[in-house]
């Protein structure tokens, strides 16, 4: 059986070559061959007389083999424009996903991301723990569908009135907003975001067929007599928001606005979806409590994840909802994947409970001040015109406002060209943006970059 | 900040413990609560004395601290029946996912599992790998959103024309099916299923708002006749089926029918899901080719996943298509969940590629083999009145047809309470049952229990 997988790999990985190679090609010697696949001579001599007879290779003895002339006609073109009909409408704002998602090419400076930056990530605390937890038999096997139960009590202190039991760990906060809008509204259904807001709920919420209402957010969160006029206007059981450091815009909630927004989203017998994504980011001063933590009735339903607060590979967060809201939430995740990996998940629970992530919290603090103050200082410096961006307490992101007529993608790509990798502000609204702005990240690149990017971007301001 | 932290937490702590108790209940000590929030005693006293200016906690000093009398009148039940209304109508099929998904009590006979047994996970080499990736720094940065070009790569060896870039790796074979439904098809279009199939699928697909309509399958896979007939009539542009040792059934797709089925898929202008799920669970000979090696126009759409064939532990599975189908899997992959683990990716890479994968499927091969057999014996023996099920060739399980008139789902209720779990054959259907069956999983226990629980069955059988 293991001769014949290698048989299978050869014959493949010769097919592979000589479809991509013009004809006359040299392909690899059987030595070669034997060395990459772990084959033995035989298996492998004996692939390549079975492409040849199929008039596929022409083995030349003592030359080599060689990709014969009928072997590029012998694959014909394939026909997939049937695909199109079967397919249907192309969803949109998956274009402004996969820019979200890009990787910066090395030599670029990193103004966005959603993540930390390498320096910022506790990679060896985190790779002890996972380290542990993989060698634990027990952690590869299936534990309860909803997640460890210790680590969702984890998640439940400070979350108001929910409980270890109203939550399902889930493999990062994007599946728990994707599962979310899918699991508590209906397609054609309506839901309300503050505007502007994060690009990955918006396309997950037009994924799930939602119409998008935005309510706008000033420099005080979202305005509460705006969110008032929606519920009351468009009949949403649903609206979405960060209320504290929001991305992108990075304000926080006033606490003079926080009981007035549970109070309407109550009135309306709706669900208020708090995306907690920066509780761990706070730079300032430690942050509010979540809006959950006043809520009576269930009515706020509640998403934090440690993604953004350790690296991208710890790949878990939580959501919860009391009553029939967290049974509706759990049962949609077992269908969208099962459960969260074991190992995982005991990695996660260790990090957190043990002393190194106090200790990483306020090293994380410190160098999110250094850096978004040196961000602050750039703009200052290289774009004096500009409004200086309000100064974000916490999160990862500065909300630079462009002139007015400004185009904030051409203002990007333009900036790209000087090889300094901005967002613009467009795909971060519902609908038409109130003006051109910028996502400047400072948590990706140290203090020196961050100069450096914004006086190029300064200089790409003028093309 | 970490006093800060300390007094949140042993607030947090005490409102908890007085919500949860009768009032008079005593509550944790200073010095208890000082050791389990590594908090100083002035905070804990400090947070002691906030809670009771609350009226929530008695402190007497001496004594200790307890919950005030007015404590539990202090939190009015809360009124969840508002939900009701905004969420509208539950959707079906959740039930038979969590007994899909329950994990069986101990000292249970597991009849009914959709993994491996603890005994068959290689577990030991899994945990190496993974220890090795988590160590790696860079394995918890992101990667590109598609997963990693090398395991893309590995998972296109053996797909037929399907190259690394037509793939994305998924946290296993659930989000995968999940995510094809949605991206695939709209909602209120038809599916095509074979009959009877994996539940999971049945779910995810009316989860997204699709019709399903079942195509019958017997031992020789699904009917091609039936096949075309329902393409014409309901103008369904998917079909999803597993036609290698199908879940429940474990028929294959007999070779004479693989050109059938494609033929009609291509005329119809429509997609097949290949969920290659047991691609590594071959019993008796080493299997055919996947469906998508005879797909020359980008009909087939092409799962397989690690998670059978390893550990539920290792949630690593790719879903493959070429063309405008591909781009669409993609673009909504990363609307779901962004991207996998980055240790979770190297280690199963490191898995697949070394020696160590050959010997594991040598070992399950043979160990499936032993367990298979174990099961039909006890069949024979203890259940000599039944057809014999149709020998398995590979997979987990055997699909066993109860006496016309046998009620599945009393039978299962039956077992229960003989502590042995099956599974009702019921739930695999889209639509009325053929006869009633159950499904009996040979791999999640060894030999001796597998003929306990049979005869254990036999016993139910006749209360």
């Known amino acids: 059986m293991n001769d014949d997988n290698a048989a299978a790999r050869v014959i493949q990985d010769l097919r592979a070559a000589a479809a991509g190679s013009p004809p006359g090609s040299r392909l690899p010697t059987v030595r070669e061959l034997t060395a990459r696949h772990q084959a033995s001579p035989i298996t492998v001599s004996r692939a390549i007389r079975a492409l040849a007879a199929e008039g596929l290779l022409d083995t030349q003895p003592g030359r080599g083999t060689f990709v014969a002339a009928r072997a590029a006609a012998a694959v014909p073109a394939p026909d997939l424009s049937w695909q199109s009909i079967a397919l249907g409408p192309r969803p949109a704002g998956e274009d402004a996903m996969s820019a979200l998602l890009a990787v910066p090419r090395p030599g670029t400076i990193p103004l966005s991301s959603g993540y930390l930056d390498e320096d910022l990530q506790p990679a060896a605390t985190l790779g002890a723990a996972l380290a542990r937890a993989a060698r634990h038999p027990s952690s590869w096997q299936r534990g309860p569908a909803e997640g460890r139960e210790d680590l969702r009590a984890w998640f439940a202190r400070g979350a108001g009135a929910l409980r270890a039991e109203d939550f399902v760990i889930c493999p990062g906060g994007q599946a728990a907003l994707s599962t979310a809008f899918r699991a508590l509204a209906a397609p054609g259904d309506t839901v309300l975001v503050e505007s502007p807001t994060y690009l990955g709920a918006l396309a997950a919420a037009r994924a799930a067929g939602l119409r998008v209402v935005p309510v706008p957010a000033d420099n005080a969160g979202v305005r509460p007599d705006l969110l008032a006029a929606a519920l009351g206007r468009t009949g949403a059981r649903l609206f979405y928001c960060q209320p504290m450091f929001a991305n992108p815009h990075g304000a926080t909630l006033a606490?003079?606005?926080?009981?007035?927004?549970?109070?309407?989203?109550?009135?309306?017998?709706?669900?208020?979806?708090?995306?907690?994504?920066?509780?761990?980011?706070?730079?300032?001063a430690d942050p509010p409590p979540p809006l959950v933590c006043g809520d009576t009735d269930g009515h706020v339903v509640y998403l934090r994840s440690l993604t953004k607060s350790a690296a991208p590979g710890l790949r878990v967060a939580a959501i919860g909802a009391r009553g029939p809201a967290g049974a509706r939430l759990r049962a949609a995740r077992v269908l969208d994947d099962f459960f969260v990996s074991g190992p995982l998940q005991q990695a996660a629970l260790d990090f957190v409970t043990s002393p190194a992530w106090p200790r990483h919290l306020r090293a994380l603090r410190a160098a999110l001040r250094t850096r978004r103050d040196a961000l602050l200082d750039a703009i200052r410096r290289h774009l004096p015109a500009l409004d200086p961006p309000s100064v974000p307490r916490g999160g990862l992101h500065a909300w630079l406002r462009l002139p007015d007529g400004a185009d904030d993608v051409a203002v990007t790509t333009a900036a790209a060209a000087r090889h300094v990798v901005v967002f613009p502000g467009r795909p971060w609204y519902a609908a038409e943006p109130d003006a051109p702005h910028l996502r400047l990240t400072f948590a990706a690149a140290p203090p020196a970059l961050l100069d450096e990017g914004v006086h190029r971007l300064a200089q790409a301001l003028l093309d």
């Open 255 to 284: 606490p003079g606005r926080r009981e007035r927004v549970l109070a309407e989203v109550r009135a309306a017998g709706a669900f208020l979806l708090e995306d907690d994504y920066a509780r761990d980011l706070a730079i300032d």
